[in-house]
């Protein structure tokens, strides 16, 4: 089993920042993918980004240039510095992980074995 605590979220003005953390607890990650996805009301959950162990990345291209995912290893933290935030960022924002695969990155809610319980953010206008 993992356990994912996210925070970090919180109110923010339309072009501020904010940045996101994610706790993983319970085993060794070194064979996984930490993801960020974001799901907004009455919308479906989206990809956000992922960050595999040797850090490569990957970003969904609504929020390319504009969010950075980290992740420190030996502290199993994750993290995502969002910054020239819009009022369409507005949601709650989930971390999760993901086993490694061959190729390519996990992009869709499917591929996640493990998620924490979210952090919201909202950006007012």
């Known amino acids: 089993q993992v356990q994912l605590v996210e925070s970090g979220g919180g109110l923010v003005q339309a072009g501020g920042s904010l940045r996101l953390s994610c706790a993983a607890s319970g085993r060794d990650l070194s064979a996984y993918f930490m993801g960020w996805f974001r799901q907004a009301p009455g919308k479906e959950r989206e990809f956000v980004a992922v960050?595999?162990?040797?850090?490569?990345?990957y970003y969904a291209d609504s929020i390319k240039g504009r969010f950075t995912i980290s992740r420190d290893n030996a502290k199993t933290t994750a993290w995502l510095q969002m910054n020239s935030l819009k009022a369409e960022d507005t949601a709650l924002y989930y971390c999760?992980?993901?086993?490694?695969?061959?190729?390519?990155?996990?992009?869709?809610?499917?591929?996640?074995?493990?998620w924490g319980q979210g952090t919201q953010v909202t950006v007012s206008s």
């Open positions: 999760a992980v993901a086993p490694a695969r061959r190729t390519g990155f996990p992009t869709t809610g499917a591929d996640y074995d493990y």
């Open positions: 960050i595999t162990w040797s850090k490569a990345t």
